[in-house]
């Protein structure tokens, strides 16, 4: 098993940043990759970004692309999730997750999920 705990989230205005970390414990050589989702309400949860937990290689949504960046620190088994430029429809909770098994879809198939950081960003 995986354990992943998220942190970072608050409030900030329109333009802001935040800095989000999720720290894995557990069976940590069993991750293949890591990922951040978010989910906004009364909407279904959408992927954000994730990032290939050896090599490093990175997948973004549309949405995100040139404000997101994910990165890891393997050595602390920790991912972070670096917000800038933030929209009020960035608001959501932000939840990470890992999965054992690499595939092509980055989006898809994660074993592991945190609890969730609610990020708000206001107008």
């Known amino acids: 098993q995986v354990q992943l705990v998220e942190s970072g989230g608050g409030l900030v205005q329109a333009g802001g940043s935040l800095r989000l970390s999720c720290a894995a414990s557990g069976r940590t050589f069993s991750i293949s990759d890591m990922g951040w989702f978010r989910q906004a309400p009364g909407k279904e949860r959408e992927f954000v970004t994730a990032i290939n937990w050896r090599g490093g290689r990175t997948y973004y949504a549309d949405s995100v692309k040139g404000r997101f960046t994910i990165s890891r620190d393997n050595a602390k088994n920790t991912v972070y999730l670096q917000m800038n430029s933030l929209k009020p429809e960035d608001t959501a909770v932000y939840y990470c997750?890992?999965?054992?098994?690499?595939?092509?879809?980055?989006?898809?198939?994660?074993?592991?999920w945190g609890q969730g950081t609610q990020v708000t960003v206001s107008s």
């Open positions: 997750a890992a999965r054992r098994m690499s595939y092509s879809d980055y989006t898809l198939k994660y074993d592991y």
